[in-house]
Every structure is written in C-alpha cells, then in structure tokens.
C-alpha cells in the first residue's frame, strides 16, 4: 500500500507542471549547452587543423634552408651528406640543432620510411609513413594501429631522400582538449544554475495557483468560508494576482447569493408551512358542516364506500341510522331561523355525546344526520338508536332569551349492511318514513320491513 501510494504520488510529480517546466528548462540548457560547446570545440579543431595545415609547411621550408645553411658551415651539402651515411651523425646534430621549441618532430627518411637521422624514432609509424610519403606535400593526419601524427615531408633533390616534420595528434590537438573541458564545466554549471532558477520560477508561478487549485476544490465541496493562502503578495499587473482577484470576488458573489438563497429557503418553508396549514384547514372545512361542526354528506358518502369495500374482504356487520328532527319546519316558521339553528347546532352537541367513539357522526343535510357504526349488527344499532332518541327527547333546547327551553323529538330509520351500501341507505332512508309515519318520535328498522 506504500509502495503503491509513493508510486502515485511520484506520477501525478512527474506529470506535475513544475516537472515538465523543470524537465524542458534543463533539457533545452542541456541541449544548447552540447551544441555550443560542439561548435566550440569544432571551432578550435579546425583553427589548430588550419594552423598546421598554413604554418606547417612554410616551417617545413624554412627548417630545409637553415639545415642547408648549417651544413654549408660544416663544409659539405646535404646531399652530399646523405650520400657519405659516416656523416648522418652530423645531419643528426644539425637536426637536433634546429629542432623547433614546439617539439615538432623533424627527420630524414628514404622513400621506404627508414630513417636517416633524426631527434624522433620514426619506427612505430614507418609503415604509415612510408605509404604516405608521395602525398605529404601538405600535411596529414596520419592514422592507422600504430601512428596517430600530423606531418608534411619535401623531397631533398634526387636523393630520394626525404625531410620530414611531424606532431602527435594529441599534443597538436591539446589546446581543444583543454577548450573541450573548460567548456564542459561551463555546460554543468549552467545546467544547474538554469534549472535552480526554473525551479525557484516555476514555484514562484505554481504556488499561488495550488492555493487558487485548493480553495476552487473547497468551494465545489460547498466550502465557501474559503480565504485563500497566497505564499506572497502580488501586484495589480500580474496575470496570476488578477486571477486571485477574481476568484475572492466570486467567493463574495457566491457568499451573497448563498445568503440570499438561504433568506429565501427560509421565507419559502415559512410560506410552505402556512400553505399546509391553510390545506389542512380547507381539508377539514371540505369534510366539515360550518353550523354543526359535524361531518358533512361528502365525507360521509366517502367513508361508506370505504367501509362498504373493507366489509367486502372482513365480513364484519355495519350498521346505519337515518336521524330526521321532527316538526322542524314548524320550529323555523314559528320562531325564525336563527332559532333553527341553534336547535341544530344543540342538537349535535348532544347526538355527539351519544354515540360511541367507534361511530361516525355526519349531517346529511338540512335537520337529517346519519350515524355509521361499525361491528355493530341490527339489534345494537337499534339498541343505540333508542338510547339516542330518549337522549334527545329528555334535553332541553334553550333559545335566545326564551325563558322556557324548546322540546324537541327526532326520529331514526336503522338498516344493516348487507352487500349493498345504495340499497343499506334506501332501506334506512325507507324505515325513517315508516317512523314519520307512525307518529315520530320512535326507532323502525329496516328488517321489519324486509329490507
């Protein structure tokens, strides 16, 4: 798991922006620095290449003459003295005489690389020599397994001798050797002091934005008590200040519709809660009678389907009383319909505190009410319909400032569900005529009839 973690971590640095930055910075100085220091160098070969190719056989020349010069002192000819070999040690002094400070070699060879005389010992190079010595009217590198040396040679008359000056590769080429490692100094030091001064840069330039990186992630986490962490301060021209800028105003933008937003949610929940309210009591005011603050013939038609349909699957009995206020149109015309209305309102005060909590009390309309009584067959219905009756025949109904109280009487129609909620209804409805009938005041049941 280590392993793992260092192995992202060292991936995401490598694909980092300071890396590449980092990594294109010290490449570029690196591959300037080779090409520079190639052209350098290449530079300082061709001038020391140039230099023995110029100088080399003009020396060449002037060495033959004073050689010539010496040996006319000693009284004999160069080839005169090549010719006498008991006098090759004086042409060995007289070359050692006029060797050059430089040490360029110089000696006499004959046309199979042999030495005549000299102050070097041609023989690790002879064959080489020998095969070039036609050709070294100008100098030449002369390269092969065992020789590595410039030279030039000019022929000593017809002798077929010839006079030859040579250098070793390495000493005539020392200067770029040493040009060569100057300059690779120079390139190391300069690949580092470039890449110490991308680094401090790029860090410079990528600090401010990891902490612009950070609060942006923070904010779309909903943070937006961000402050941003700016490792220094930045001027009004900088690109990546005027980014910092623009962020901080977003974030202020942000903080003020967030507030905004919440006084709204606020204001929308305290408009929500008002709404239910209102629908719960236009809920209540849709199901509810305004007089007698009963149930009214809508909530009670939607209950009787419900309970029709849960009898269906239980089988349990239901049973339904017609309750009619007798003579109740006499009572309005006699004392006005406001007194009607508290007989009514009076009334299901009472019709309320008769009945069992299991039961349903509704107005059905004008002076009629019904009651649903659930588990409960045709006997208890009628047994609770005639206690509902005495109850409201031994009330007194008070009216304004009457001083005597009104007595009223009400009659009751039961039926007992039996499949049908229509026909349960018509059968009640049936028996509260059949009572009306037989002087009011009374309880009929639909099964005496047949229903």
Not at 32 to 61: F, G, N
Not at 349 to 359: F, G, K, S, V, Y
Request: hydrophobic share 40%; aromatic share 6%.
């Amino acid at each position: 798991m280590i392993c793992t973690h260092y192995v992202m971590r060292l991936r995401q640095s490598r694909n980092s922006v300071s890396s590449r930055v980092l990594a294109f910075v010290s490449i570029s100085t690196l591959i300037s620095s080779l090409a520079i220091s190639w052209i350098a160098i290449d530079s300082q070969r061709t001038a020391l290449r140039v230099d023995l190719e110029s100088r080399h056989p003009t020396a060449l020349a002037r060495r033959y003459e004073r050689l010539q010069h010496w040996l006319s002192g000693q009284q004999t000819d160069l080839e005169q003295a090549l010719a006498a070999r008991e006098q090759w040690p004086l042409l060995a002094l007289g070359l050692d005489e006029i060797q050059h400070p430089a040490s360029r070699g110089l000696q006499i060879v004959d046309a199979a690389g042999a030495p005549v005389a000299g102050v070097l010992d041609p023989a690790p190079h002879r064959d080489t020599l020998a095969r070039a010595l036609p050709t070294l009217a100008t100098p030449r590198e002369l390269s092969g397994p065992e020789a590595d040396i410039y030279a030039t040679a000019t022929p000593i008359g017809d002798s077929g001798f010839y006079l030859v000056s040579s250098v070793a590769r390495a000493h005539a080429f020392a200067p770029a050797r040493a040009v060569a490692l100057r300059v690779l100094v120079a390139d190391v030091c300069l690949v580092i002091l470039f890449t110490l001064l991308a680094q401090r840069i790029t860090r410079r330039i990528l600090e401010p934005i990891h902490a612009l990186s950070d609060g942006a992630r923070r904010v779309s986490r909903g943070e937006l008590d961000v402050r941003l962490d700016l490792p220094y301060p930045l001027g009004p021209s900088d690109e990546i200040g005027l980014l910092a800028r623009t962020f901080e105003s977003m974030l202020q933008r942000l903080r003020t519709n967030q507030r905004e937003i919440e006084r709204t949610n606020q204001q929308l929940r305290a408009n929500n809660d008002e709404l239910q309210q209102a629908n719960q009591v236009l809920e209540q005011l849709s199901i509810t009678d305004g007089l007698t603050k009963l149930h009214n013939h809508r909530y009670f038609q939607d209950l009787l389907v419900h309970e029709s349909k849960r009898l269906e699957r239980t089988g349990a009995p239901l049973s339904l009383m017609l309750i009619d206020l007798d003579d109740f149109k006499q009572l309005n015309d006699r004392y006005g319909h406001a007194a009607g209305d508290q007989v009514l309102s009076r009334l299901a005060e009472l019709l309320n505190r008769a009945i069992r909590e299991t039961d349903m009390l509704a107005r059905y309309g004008g002076e009629e009410f019904v009651v649903l009584s659930s588990g409960t067959d045709l006997a208890g219905a009628c047994v609770l319909a005639e206690k509902i009756r005495l109850t409201i025949e031994q009330s007194a109904f008070a009216i304004d400032d009457r001083v005597e109280p009104l007595q009223v009487t009400v009659s009751i129609g039961v039926a007992l569900f039996r499949g049908c909620s229509k026909r349960m209804f018509r059968a009640a409805d049936s028996a509260l005529y059949r009572a009306k009938d037989q002087g009011k005041n009374c309880v009929i049941e639909a099964a005496s009839e047949g229903a």
